[in-house]
């Protein structure tokens, strides 16, 4: 079974970068489905962004253009690419795995966006 452990968040200013990261544990990460959920205090958490084992790619309307998911097999890791953050991007933010009905979650990372 895949374990996750995800990394790179912290402080940012508006308009700057981070790369978070979530490296898998375990076998079989090629056959997971992928992806990136956020939580803001009071809110429910939401998909940011997913991609599948096949290679689709699917992004909620609000990072469109501003993030981009990546996953490399040969490292069973995945990737958020997320650049021009907005104060409203802060969160904490959760790698997902996905085998059939099995889903699997991270500890999550805190991304902050503040001046």
């Known amino acids: 079974q895949v374990q996750l452990v995800e990394s790179g968040g912290g402080l940012v200013q508006p308009g700057g970068s981070l790369r978070l990261s979530c490296a898998a544990s375990g076998s079989s990460f090629s056959e997971y489905n992928m992806g990136w959920y956020r939580q803001a205090p009071g809110k429910q958490r939401e998909l940011v962004a997913a991609?599948?084992?096949?290679?689709?790619?699917n992004y909620t309307d609000s990072v469109k253009g501003r993030f981009t998911i990546s996953r490399d097999n040969a490292k069973n890791t995945v990737y958020l690419q997320m650049n021009s953050l907005k104060p409203e991007d802060t969160a904490v933010y959760y790698c997902?795995?996905?085998?059939?009905?099995?889903?699997?979650w991270g500890q999550g990372t805190q991304v902050t966006v503040s001046s």
């Open positions: 997902n795995a996905r085998f059939g009905v099995l889903s699997l």
């Open positions: 991609t599948t084992r096949g290679g689709s790619i």
